[in-house]
């Protein structure tokens, strides 16, 4: 069983930064990728970052060069720092983590970019 906890979320103005954190409880072994989606209102949930546990990252075409994903093995955290903020990144931020190819998520954190 692997619970996510998320942290991080709030209220920036364009051009602001935001850092995400996720940390993630688990019930014996590891977790393998962790991410990041996000879901505007009226749209679907999509990716926004990705990153295995041997570091290997993918990133959102939207997001590349903006958006850092880091994670730390040791405490099972991940991490998204949000640079150069734009409106249209206005989302709910779910934390999401694969465990023997069960899909975990956690409750959603609000990030507001203000124009």
């Known amino acids: 069983q692997v619970q996510l906890v998320e942290s991080g979320g709030g209220l920036v103005q364009t051009g ?3 850092r995400l954190s ?6 014996g ?3 393998n990728a962790m991410g ?3 879901q505007a209102p009226g749209k679907q949930r999509e990716l926004v970052a990705a990153i295995t546990r041997g570091g290997t990252t993918n990133y959102a075409d939207s997001v590349k060069g903006r958006f850092t994903i880091s994670r730390d093995n040791a405490k099972n955290t991940v991490y998204l720092q949000m640079n ?3 409106p249209e990144d206005t989302a709910v931020y779910y934390c999401h983590a694969d465990r023997l190819g069960y899909n975990y998520w956690g409750q959603g954190t609000q ?5």
């Open 36 to 38: 990041w989606y996000r």
């Open 22 to 27: 996720c940390a993630a409880s688990v019930s």
């Open 84 to 86: 150069s903020l734009k």
């Open 29 to 31: 072994g590891y977790i």
């Open 16 to 18: 602001g930064s935001l």
């Open 111 to 115: 990030v507001t970019v203000s124009s």
